[in-house]
């Protein structure tokens, strides 16, 4: 009894505030981690040379391979709600030891994307303010703007993080839903349905299948709203409502856009191909040639996307921290809970002094823009969370195997389909022989694996209590029995 009463104490002192949002908050979260204007802006573009025509299936094939992750999530957030997402789950699922490499990795994965999306934030408001008031604010500047008032928005309140993201979304989302049903009605000769089918691409069933890796790097954060399953009312029914609401419209949005942007632009035609290749911003061309009325609310709503996404990673990443940290597996100071506003505040503040430190230097040394240092900490970022989806696919199928409430189908098949589905995707970014910086990735995350071996390492000689506690803390009272005489499911 008396160890009971020290777990709840500590689970009372360490703890977010409870049942303070509701599904759409989780699916702002979820949506604006995703950063769907800012995805199309930056992946059609890339994704195109070798998907052509088919530009619209390759996003349609990548939004059914991120349902089967997606499912994972559900499964999952159905009975181990948590702050800590996949650390949770792949800990419950696999064991301390998957748990801690899941944090490792989710660390890096989300922790470098605030690097990159501080600068590109920055990057994207010089050039808005740059072209419309002729005023030449250096970029670091812009990005300091932009930091400030996400840390003040974490800081004082997530529910007034999550109803600005939903704010920005729903304005950017009418904005390009505008753009693009404009576009199909005045395309004439350029809808077709030839756009769904693999001929369609210069390089065939290959062509599409490079397009799909950009269509998934624009779904990475879907998992986002699951790190609020400590915070949100009813978690085990609204979590999984909000991811899969979240990854369900988000992937409408992409394949009627991407299909917009394929029609619009006449990509049937070749020398309209040609030019779209050497085009830098395709909706900016498409605004002009339709809604010219439309053409600065488009680059607000580039601006506002990159913001957005900025505030939605900051938020899911001091999560994971604070969670880690509650666990004692980095610093517990990360786990401290601000007394008046529930906020994790210490790995708000930590990861706000990281990404000026991270973010300002890649931005001098590669540049702040999209094929600078957001490429860059991107590509770093998507390896390591891709690793975490594919590991918890494996987790699902055990976590499941000995319940009974087990299904094939969603517990087995759809959790082998999407570690399939990935693999490729993976080893596109990660595979040697790319250009530089990017031939660095694989190595800058084979080394924080390393690091990380070296630190569980330690942990498990020094401190073995840290690694028996690992990822056993869920949003459920119900589970608590279970958790404090852990050991069925984790080893």
Partial sequence: MEGKTESHSAIKVHSLQRGVLSVPNGIALAAAAMAPVLAVVLNAPAAAPQAGEALPLSFLVAFVACLFIGNNVVQFSRKLPSA???????????????????????????????????????????????????????????????????????????????????????????????????????????????????????????????????????????????????????????????????????????????????????????????????????????????????????????????????????????????????????????????????????AILSLAAFTVAVGIGTGLWLGPGATGAYGFTGSIGTVAIVLVYGASSFALIRYFWALPERNIVKHVIFPLLGVVAFLYPLWSVAKPGQSWPYNLVFWIVIAWIVAGIGLYGYFHRTAPERIAALGTFVADDELLAEVEHHGSGVD
Avoid at 297 to 312: D, H, I, K, R, W
Wanted: proline share 4%; net charge positive.
């Fill in 84 to 346: 800590g997402s996949f650390y949770t789950f792949n800990t419950y699922g696999l064991g301390r030891t998957a748990g801690f490499f899941t944090g490792w990795l989710f660390a890096i994965g989300y922790g470098i994307l605030a690097p990159g999306l501080f600068d590109a934030f920055g990057s994207f408001l010089h050039d808005y303010l740059l072209s419309t008031f002729n005023a030449n604010v250096p970029w670091w500047l812009c990005s300091l703007f932009g930091l400030v008032i996400v840390l003040g928005l974490s800081l004082r309140s997530i529910r007034a993080s999550v109803r600005v993201d939903l704010t920005l979304l729903v304005l950017e989302v009418i904005i390009f839903l505008t753009l693009a049903i404009v576009a199909i009605f005045n395309a004439g000769g350029g809808n077709t349905m030839k756009a769904f089918v693999p001929s369609s691409s210069p390089h065939g069933v290959s062509g599409v299948g490079l397009g799909v890796v950009f269509g998934i790097l624009s779904f990475i954060g879907f998992d986002a709203a699951a790190t609020l399953g400590e915070e949100t009312k009813n978690p085990k029914r609204n979590i999984p409502i909000a991811v899969g609401g979240a990854l369900v419209a988000v992937g409408v949005f992409y394949v009627f856009v991407m299909y917009a942007l394929t029609a619009g632009y006449h990509l049937n035609n070749a020398g309209q191909m040609a030019q779209f290749l050497k085009d830098p911003n395709p909706f900016v061309t498409l605004a002009h040639r339709y809604t010219s009325w439309l053409l600065q609310p488009v680059e607000l709503a580039a601006v506002a996307g990159l913001f957005s996404c900025f505030l939605a990673i900051h938020n899911t990443t001091v999560r994971v921290m604070y969670s880690m940290g509650r666990d004692k597996v980095i610093p517990s100071v990360m786990g401290r809970v601000h007394q008046k506003w529930f906020s994790p505040h210490v």
